[in-house]
């Protein structure tokens, strides 16, 4: 049967996004396969467009072009970058963040952190010469996220950042998402989240690292800011390698200890703890194919995607385990090992790695998810993110639970408890180094 589009019975479809071309653009712009995919966030659109339209002067010259011959020495505040959130008057925009509990998704919000964090490294790396070919920026990990108050998705909301540190190749730029307290006027209270990003620059060329720009931190609150990240820096770098040594020189007694409780749930099984679980049984999978719609500028799959997925993730296999709604409280740690591209079989596994009782007000559920690029034709799988999430109960999910407890997670295999016993010392050491926050109020 013929069809007939101008039947009355025909429904057309049409594209819910605006299109990356305008009537009057330039037939010299990227072809719309080169574009990020249409998937994300408004936000996240809006940011990678503004990228570009930076990178249109720069990726004019071939590939072949010189690198920048001469490093340039900026100031923060020419990184700085903000957004805002009009959640109060555009309705549309509030629906498309809104959680079941009338907040803001922390998984969208994360993809946002993820592409404001990359428009401010372009920003910083970028050069005056438009004859000389860009670095490739890419997110090397998170560093620290931790949520101070719920997001209300009926308030604006702002998000700030600015490059604080750099490296030979590295980029540090912390990110704060604003919400007004009620009733407060002090800005200082009106900081919902922090964030801190690591990004590496590349040559695109040679794909090997390539020096940034130089950056000088004129205020007292940038220097402060800038020294706390150079701590954080010269920990990173005496960590690297050096966890196990330092389980297997003087951990053996907490190894054994992590193991104990495990042996008995699987040799006496009827005998074990019923307050405690092993951490296998606290699992969590879950598999994608990347869709074309989910790259980012360089083609590649948008690092922001997959924090959403290993966030919602995380938070399903926190509520499992707890059986009560957990809440958000902190994004620990992320590592991006290995890029992900357009077309991989990606699988996402988590488990509770393990819990803190000392506040009983507020039990703590450390998750981790690590996700896999599988290749079924070669017979291979490889870790291309690790993320690192805690998570609490929500306060109105115990009221109608008076019996309710937060089981001890054990581990029934040594790799299990060296694990557990690097998480735990990352964190005892991360809570060691002054925070850039804490470092600024002293002064």
């Not at 049967?1 to 990227?30: C, G, H, Q, W, Y």
């Not at 970058?81 to 998704?105: A, C, G, H, K, M």
């Not at 490059?163 to 980029?171: D, E």
């Not at 998570?391 to 639970?401: D, G, L, Q």
């Amino acid at each position: 049967m013929e069809s007939n589009s101008s039947s009355p019975n025909t429904i057309p479809v049409f594209s819910t996004l605006a299109s990356p071309f305008d009537e009057n653009s330039d037939s010299n712009r990227k072809p719309l396969s080169l574009w990020p995919g249409m998937y994300h966030s408004p936000v996240t659109n809006a940011l990678w467009e503004t990228r570009s339209k930076i990178f249109e002067t720069l990726l004019d010259p071939p590939i072949h072009a010189p690198p920048q011959s001469q490093l340039l020495t900026k100031k923060p505040s020419e990184s700085r970058t903000s957004i805002l959130y009009n959640f109060s008057t555009d309705f549309i925009l509030r629906e498309q963040y809104r959680d079941p509990w009338n907040e803001v998704r922390i998984g969208k919000l994360l993809e946002d952190l993820d592409a404001l964090a990359g428009t401010i490294s372009v920003k910083h790396c970028s050069d005056v010469d438009s004859m000389t070919r860009p670095l490739y920026l890419v997110t090397a990990s998170v560093d620290k996220m931790v949520l101070k108050e719920p997001i209300s998705v009926d308030t604006d909301l702002k998000m700030v950042g600015a490059v604080i540190w750099v490296g030979f190749s590295s980029i540090e730029i912390q990110l704060d998402v604003i919400q007004p307290a009620n009733g407060s006027s002090d800005p200082s209270e009106s900081v919902a989240l922090t964030a801190n990003f690591i990004f590496v620059a590349r040559d695109y060329k040679t794909g090997k690292a390539a020096p940034v720009n130089r950056l000088c931190p004129e205020t007292e609150a940038e220097k402060l800011l800038y020294e706390a990240s150079e701590v954080r820096n010269n920990l990173r770098k005496r960590k690297r390698g050096g966890d196990r040594k330092e389980i297997e020189n003087g951990g053996v007694n907490r190894l054994e200890e992590l193991l104990a409780e495990g042996r008995i749930f699987c040799d006496m099984p009827a005998l074990a703890d019923r307050d405690t679980i092993l951490l296998k049984d606290t699992r969590l999978e879950n598999s994608l194919i990347c869709q074309p719609q989910q790259r980012n500028i360089h083609g590649r799959i948008f690092g922001g995607f997959l924090m959403l997925r290993a966030f919602e993730l995380a938070f399903s296999t926190a509520y499992a385990f707890a059986g009560l709604m957990p809440s958000f409280l902190e994004v620990d740690h992320v590592n991006f090992l290995r890029p992900v591209d357009v077309g991989d079989f990606v699988r996402f596994k988590s488990c509770v790695l393990y819990t803190e009782h000392e506040n009983t007000d507020q039990p703590l559920i450390n998750v981790e998810v690590v996700a896999h690029v599988t290749r079924p034709e070669q017979r291979s799988s490889e870790v291309s993110n690790r993320f690192y999430f805690t998570f609490t109960v929500r306060p109105e999910a115990k009221v109608t639970n008076t019996q309710f407890r937060i089981r001890k997670v054990v581990p029934a295999t040594e790799e299990e408890a060296r694990r557990v016993l690097e998480r735990m010392d990352a964190d005892h050491q991360q809570s060691c180094v002054p925070t850039n926050e804490h470092l600024v109020e002293k002064n």
